[in-house]
């Protein structure tokens, strides 16, 4: 059974920071292109970062420079520091796995591609 379980969300003020973690087990996680989103209620969901298994790492325009994603292929975990939050980014952040064969299917960022995800952990950012 595929699990994968997010933790580390909360609420902090706008300019804070958070770091985001994903806890994956069932997969062979090597073999994954492990990427976090987030949603707002009403809103499509997003890609925010992805950290591929060959080892190339993209960010949404929005977070360059202030997230820093991360992932242990040993402790089969992903992660997300986040700096200097904006309260625009309150939203529920997904991590998502994608076997690698669908590397060249479309963008980092496309849904379809993902077919293991977590529950979601709440970030909320106070102005």
């Known amino acids: 059974q595929v699990q994968l379980v997010e933790s580390g969300g909360g609420s902090v003020e706008a300019g804070g920071s958070l770091r985001l973690s994903c806890t994956v087990s069932g997969l062979l996680f090597e073999y994954y292109d492990m990427t976090w989103f987030r949603q707002v209620p009403g809103k499509a969901r997003e890609g925010v970062s992805c950290?591929?298994?060959?080892?190339?790492?993209y960010y949404a325009e929005s977070v360059e420079g202030r997230f820093t994603i991360s992932r242990d292929n040993a402790k089969h975990t992903l992660e997300l520091q986040m700096t200097n939050l904006k309260p625009e980014e309150t939203a529920i952040y997904y991590c998502a796995a994608a076997n690698k064969v669908y590397e060249t299917s479309g963008s980092w960022s496309s849904l379809p591609k993902y077919h293991y995800w977590g529950q979601g952990t709440q970030v909320t950012v106070s102005s």
């Open positions: 950290f591929t298994h060959s080892g190339t790492i």
